[in-house]
């Protein structure tokens, strides 16, 4: 077998990541307490390769908020300390930037991991998702019981002689962590564990028969496309997405797939298929037709592309709201769930007039009784008669033009109201009025969006492949008819016709979308959103109504950031 560097293939235990050549950064935290509304206090981490010690990286941070006794009695860090000390805010990037790339490593890590991702995500930083071993974990999987009935921090310190003693402060922990980390392997790589991918998939709770499946990955490319799991009579089990379809498989069958159901899915899989695609849009569209084709026991979302709802408008002389799975024109959606369809509704009755009863009225000679909405001046009662078809016809038309594009008045009407009721003090009615109003806001914003798009015969647009090369995709009627890539110097416009040529031919269909899946489209539209997307061509102008929603996100934004306040403030009366 050829040594690496002299010029042949490598040997097995050089494939993958070696240990040696892997950087870790062992990290540990203090908090203010468990839960997800407590913040860190301190940071240690030390970054590791081949044994030796690259850095460390130390600082107490300022939670904002007084640290309890009991922590204080734990930790010893007290609020004098942390008084003077950074704010998270200011700590995280560099955080980060130390931690960049490396593996990480922590006693316990999902705890200290979750503190992490919170924070990133509290203060706007991408979470990089990074490989992540838990020396609990990999203790368990290495020591017997008898050999380590604790896996406590102190007790393995102890039992493996380390250098630094724990006492539950960030850095000293994360040295005795480090300790700890070496000793576990110095024992796995005596039974032939070299590799970060050998490591990750040695670690506990992994059973032998999960583990020999990895075979059913081995054939898979390392390009972007999409999974299906088959179970022993052929039945799709499941289906996923990937930016590397082997390594994302390899996943399934190691310790990182934590979750029940998808190891149950594994066990009952004897076959990996998968499909090649140009890029992520093309994967992530494929796997949303493989879902509703096959409808995978082990998937839990968009099994179903019609599950949206939507309202239209009934045909009769007075038309009302009616809540339909399948729209025709000028419906108004998607809408995720029957509740959000139903709030809107209650809205768009009250800024429009349209009748909320569902009784039908005839055009003449209507002699119902009133309702008590009559009564209470929210309807003008057609059923007795009191308005003609003529009378209603505005409400008709105002709905039909929000939804078109064509004027917001019924937003302002709503807008008016909610004012009034909070300018007499009826907070709660107000509070309604305002999220029935976002509900409403959101959809008609989002719909518009979606229809303007599908309204567009042909368009055929390119992003950047992050390589020197672009990635194409043609979109018809809101649907991808074809997608391709023109790597580093290949001239791209022969590409672009060779795609259009070969495109799914796609016929319009009803509906606000042309016939298209709503989810479908918004895949679509999120790609071509992305800064860096250019526009090759189009058959027709891709435009918005002039008076669309759009023009509402500042109100939008505004509602959302007071009903986060409302929520913090009873969160923090409730503890």
Same mark, same amino acid.
């Given at each position: 077998?050829?040594?690496?560097?002299?010029?042949?293939?490598? &040997?097995?235990?050089?494939?993958?990541?070696?240990?040696?050549?892997?950087?870790?950064?062992?990290?540990?935290?203090?908090?203010?307490?468990?839960?997800?509304?407590?913040?860190?206090?301190?940071?240690?981490?030390?970054?590791?390769? $081949?044994? =030796?010690?690259?850095?460390?990286?130390?600082?107490?941070?300022?939670?904002? #908020?007084?640290?309890?006794?009991?922590?204080?009695?734990?930790?010893?860090?007290?609020?004098?300390?942390?008084?003077?000390?950074?704010?998270?805010?200011?700590?995280?990037?560099?955080?980060?930037?130390?931690?960049?790339?490396?593996?990480?490593?922590?006693?316990?890590?999902?705890?200290?991991?979750?503190?992490?991702?919170?924070?990133?995500?509290?203060?706007?930083?991408?979470?990089?998702?990074?490989?992540?071993?838990?020396?609990?974990?990999?203790?368990?999987?290495?020591?017997?019981?008898?050999?380590?009935?604790?896996?406590?921090?102190?007790?393995?310190?102890?039992?493996? +002689?380390?250098?630094?003693?724990?006492?539950? #402060?960030?850095?000293?922990?994360?040295?005795?962590?480090?300790?700890?980390?070496?000793?576990?392997?110095?024992?796995?790589?005596?039974?032939?564990?070299?590799?970060?991918?050998?490591?990750?998939?040695?670690?506990?709770?992994?059973?032998? =028969?999960?583990?020999?499946?990895?075979?059913?990955?081995? +054939?898979?490319?390392?390009?972007?496309?999409?999974?299906?799991?088959?179970?022993?009579?052929?039945?799709?089990?499941?289906?996923?997405?990937?930016?590397?379809?082997?390594?994302?498989?390899?996943?399934?069958?190691?310790?990182?797939?934590?979750?029940?159901?998808?190891?149950?899915?594994?066990?009952?899989?004897?076959?990996?298929?998968?499909?090649?695609?140009? +890029?992520?849009?093309?994967?992530?569209? #494929?796997?949303?037709?493989?879902?509703?084709?096959?409808?995978?026991?082990?998937?839990?979302?968009?099994?179903?592309?019609?599950?949206?709802?939507?309202?239209?408008?009934?045909?009769?002389?007075?038309?009302?709201?009616?809540?339909?799975?399948?729209?025709?024109?000028?419906?108004?959606?998607?809408?995720?769930?029957?509740?959000?369809?139903?709030?809107?509704?209650?809205?768009?009755?009250?800024?429009?007039?349209?009748?909320?009863?569902?009784?039908?009225?005839?055009?003449?000679?209507?002699?119902?009784?009133?309702?008590?909405?009559?009564?209470?001046?929210?309807?003008?009662?057609?059923?007795?008669?009191?308005?003609?078809?003529?009378?209603?016809?505005?409400?008709?038309?105002?709905?039909?033009?929000?939804?078109?594009?064509?004027?917001?008045?019924?937003?302002?009407?709503?807008?008016?109201?909610?004012?009034?009721?909070?300018?007499? =003090? %009826?907070?709660?009615?107000?509070?309604?009025?305002?999220?029935?109003?976002?509900?409403?806001?959101?959809?008609?914003?989002?719909?518009?969006?979606?229809?303007?798009?599908?309204?567009?015969? =042909?368009?055929?647009?390119?992003?950047?492949?992050?390589?020197?090369?672009?990635?194409?995709?043609?979109?018809?009627?809101?649907?991808?008819?074809?997608?391709?890539?023109?790597?580093?110097?290949?001239?791209?416009?022969?590409?672009?016709?060779?795609? &259009?040529?070969?495109?799914?031919?796609?016929?319009?269909?009803?509906?606000?979308?042309?016939?298209?899946?709503?989810?479908?489209? $918004?895949?679509?539209?999120?790609?071509?959103?992305?800064?860096?997307? %250019?526009?090759?061509?189009?058959?027709?102008?891709?435009?918005?109504?002039?008076?669309?929603?759009?023009?509402?996100?500042?109100?939008?934004?505004? $509602?959302?950031?007071?009903?986060?306040?409302?929520?913090?403030?009873?969160?923090?009366?409730?503890?």
């Amino acid at each position: 077998m050829t040594k690496p560097g002299a010029g042949g293939q490598l &040997a097995f235990d050089e494939l993958g990541t070696p240990l040696r050549a892997t950087t870790f950064v062992v990290f540990d935290l203090e908090t203010t307490g468990v839960s997800d509304e407590d913040t860190i206090t301190e940071f240690g981490a030390v970054k590791v390769r $081949a044994g =030796e010690v690259l850095g460390e990286f130390a600082t107490l941070v300022d939670p904002g #908020r007084g640290i309890p006794p009991e922590v204080v009695a734990l930790t010893g860090i007290t609020n004098a300390m942390v008084y003077s000390a950074p704010r998270l805010d200011a700590v995280l990037p560099a955080f980060m930037e130390f931690v960049g790339g490396a593996v990480l490593v922590a006693h316990n890590a999902g705890f200290d991991v979750n503190f992490i991702r919170k924070a990133c995500e509290r203060h706007g930083y991408r979470w990089p998702k990074p490989a992540v071993v838990c020396t609990v974990q990999l203790a368990r999987r290495v020591l017997t019981r008898e050999e380590a009935p604790s896996c406590r921090l102190s007790a393995l310190a102890e039992l493996l +002689h380390a250098t630094t003693k724990p006492t539950h #402060r960030a850095l000293a922990d994360a040295r005795a962590t480090v300790d700890v980390f070496h000793s576990l392997l110095e024992r796995v790589g005596s039974i032939g564990v070299q590799t970060l991918e050998e490591l990750r998939d040695y670690i506990p709770d992994v059973t032998p =028969e999960q583990r020999r499946k990895r075979s059913m990955a081995a +054939h898979l490319p390392a390009t972007p496309g999409v999974y299906l799991f088959r179970g022993p009579g052929e039945e799709v089990l499941y289906v996923g997405t990937a930016k590397d379809l082997r390594r994302r498989v390899r996943q399934y069958f190691t310790a990182s797939e934590t979750r029940r159901r998808l190891r149950e899915m594994v066990a009952l899989a004897v076959r990996v298929d998968h499909v090649e695609c140009a +890029h992520a849009l093309e994967a992530q569209v #494929r796997e949303l037709r493989l879902l509703s084709s096959h409808k995978p026991a082990y998937n839990r979302r968009s099994k179903n592309p019609k599950q949206s709802w939507w309202l239209t408008l009934t045909d009769e002389p007075f038309p009302r709201l009616s809540l339909v799975r399948t729209p025709k024109d000028g419906a108004f959606g998607p809408f995720r769930s029957r509740g959000l369809a139903e709030d809107a509704m209650v809205a768009l009755q009250d800024a429009t007039g349209l009748r909320p009863c569902t009784i039908r009225i005839a055009a003449r000679r209507a002699n119902g009784r009133p309702c008590a909405l009559a009564e209470l001046s929210r309807c003008a009662a057609p059923c007795a008669g009191r308005q003609t078809v003529e009378e209603y016809t505005p409400a008709v038309s105002s709905f039909t033009g929000l939804v078109a594009g064509r004027l917001l008045e019924p937003l302002h009407v709503l807008e008016r109201r909610l004012d009034a009721h909070s300018a007499a =003090e %009826r907070f709660e009615q107000a509070r309604f009025d305002r999220d029935r109003l976002t509900v409403l806001v959101r959809a008609l914003d989002r719909g518009q969006r979606l229809a303007a798009l599908a309204a567009v015969q =042909e368009m055929i647009a390119a992003r950047p492949d992050g390589n020197g090369g672009w990635e194409f995709a043609v979109v018809r009627h809101g649907r991808l008819a074809s997608a391709g890539v023109a790597r580093r110097g290949v001239p791209p416009m022969p590409v672009v016709d060779a795609l &259009a040529a070969s495109a799914e031919t796609v016929l319009p269909g009803e509906g606000p979308l042309y016939g298209a899946p709503a989810e479908e489209v $918004a895949l679509v539209l999120r790609w071509l959103d992305r800064p860096g997307t %250019r526009m090759v061509r189009c058959t027709q102008p891709w435009t918005e109504p002039a008076l669309a929603a759009a023009s509402w996100r500042g109100w939008l934004n505004r $509602a959302d950031a007071a009903r986060d306040r409302e929520m913090a403030w009873a969160t923090a009366l409730s503890t």
